[in-house]
């Protein structure tokens, strides 16, 4: 709950600062070109600037302490996070370019603050506060929902169309342990023993696939899992399953790797 209210403010607050930067940026450029003397708008959107950033780093901290979290997800195994490219974004990209970026504003800020000529004032604020949107704008995750929808309907996921029998078990073994479509391999995230690294460890998924959504055998949920892992997420894990292995995998793929995780009582 703390995480999903935290990622729905960080996400939003993104905008205001948005706002802010483009509006700062405007103001520094404008000063540096025109030679303008420093004023009151200046003032305002610097320290807005400033301050938001500053209440977007607690929100950050947060998304990161946070225990089902992508960036905790991410620490657990940094070896094996390092190949799956939303963690290695959020578990260290995404924080550090961001946290250079908010020492950037604020040592912009502070810098004009203490300057007695507007010149320098309209030089430091330029100079910092670019760079800062620089790797602002890098460090955003475009490819995300950039509107959140505030609430999440939770309807229980149609099973996947997707004939189940006639799996190989040993040719799903195979693939569990491969790199599959330029993906990481399933190994990569699930031991087969009850290890948790980046996802749950295997043991017992045949039984407890066959519980976990009602009116879902065993092999629906299974196939579910591989081609829409958002559907149902594990409690206790962020949702970071890449979503594209109903796309890279045929179909008896599909039916090879639930027929091995279907072994593992
Ligand atoms: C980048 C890491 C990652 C990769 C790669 C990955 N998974 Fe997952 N998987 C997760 C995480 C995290 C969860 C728990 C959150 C969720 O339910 O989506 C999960 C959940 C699951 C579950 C549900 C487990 C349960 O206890 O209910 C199954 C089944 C599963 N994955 C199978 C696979 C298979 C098969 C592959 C390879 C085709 C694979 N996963 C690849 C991270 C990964």
Redesign the pocket.
């Known amino acids: 709950m703390l995480y999903e209210i935290s990622l729905l403010l960080h996400s939003y607050l993104r905008w205001l600062i948005f706002i802010a930067m483009i509006g700062c940026l405007g103001l520094a450029w404008w000063g540096v070109l025109r030679q303008r003397t420093w004023g009151k708008w200046e003032s305002r959107f610097a320290a807005a600037f400033a301050m938001l950033a500053s209440i977007q780093f607690v929100m950050g901290v947060l998304l990161f302490i946070v225990p089902d979290g992508i960036a905790q997800?991410a620490l657990r195994d940094m070896g094996a996070s390092m190949r799956?490219r939303?963690?290695r974004f959020f578990g260290l990209e995404h924080p550090l370019q961001m946290v250079i970026a908010i020492g950037l504003v604020h040592l912009g800020w502070a810098r004009a603050r203490k300057a007695k000529l507007d010149r320098s004032r309209f030089r430091w604020t330029a100079g910092s506060f670019t760079v800062a949107s620089l790797l602002i704008l890098a460090a955003i995750p475009w490819w995300r929902p950039q509107v959140r929808p505030i609430v999440v309907s939770s309807a229980p996921p149609a099973p996947a169309a997707i004939a189940l029998t006639g799996g190989d078990a040993e040719r799903g073994a195979t693939?569990?342990t491969q790199s599959?479509g330029g993906?990481?391999?399933?190994s990569?995230?699930?031991a087969w023993d009850d290890t948790r690294i980046?996802?749950?460890g295997?043991a017992g998924?045949a039984t407890?696939?066959a519980e976990?959504v009602p009116g879902q055998s065993a092999a629906d949920?299974?196939v579910n899992?591989?081609v829409n892992?958002?559907a149902?997420?594990?409690e206790g894990?962020?949702?970071?399953?890449?979503a594209t292995?109903g796309q890279v995998?045929d179909e008896e793929q599909i039916r090879d790797?639930v027929a091995y995780?279907l072994t593992n009582r």
């Open positions: 997800a799956v939303e963690l693939l569990f599959i993906q990481p391999a399933c990569t995230c699930h980046v996802g749950p295997m998924i407890r696939a976990r949920y299974l899992s591989i892992p958002a149902f997420v594990v894990y962020a949702n970071v399953m890449p292995f995998l790797l995780m």
